[in-house]
């Protein structure tokens, strides 16, 4: 059973960073496609970030250059780092995973059948 269980969420000021993590189970982690969705009320889940298994990393466009994606394999974890965060990243951050993917693909939600139930990112101005 794949498990994907989220943390590191919370209320910052403008400005401020945070550290998502994503504890991942139940599958050959080195072998997995992982990506960041989020989340906002009203809004369509839109892909932030993104990691296939080469190694390739994709970002959207509104957070490159803030946010950097990473894995620690030997703790099956992914992480999302958030910096200079903007009262426009607020919204609920999920872990996806899959087993296949494309680069093309590590941004769109349909491509991942694997999800956690998220963690709350509020950015105050």
């Known amino acids: 059973q794949v498990q994907l269980v989220e943390s590191g969420g919370g209320s910052v000021q403008s400005g401020g960073s945070l550290r998502l993590s994503c504890a991942a189970s139940?599958?050959?982690?080195?072998?997995?496609?992982m990506s960041w969705f989020r989340q906002s009320p009203g809004k369509e889940r839109e892909g932030v970030a993104g990691?296939?298994?080469?190694?390739?990393?994709r970002y959207a466009d509104s957070v490159k250059g803030r946010f950097a994606i990473s894995q620690d394999n030997a703790k099956n974890t992914l992480y999302l780092q958030m910096n200079n965060l903007q009262p426009g990243d607020t919204a609920m951050y999920y872990c996806a995973a899959d087993s296949t993917c494309q680069p093309s693909t590590l941004l769109l939600d349909y491509a991942f059948r694997y999800w956690g139930r998220g963690t709350q990112v509020t950015v105050s101005s």
């Open positions: 990691v296939d298994n080469f190694g390739t990393l």
């Open positions: 139940g599958y050959t982690y080195r072998r997995t496609c």
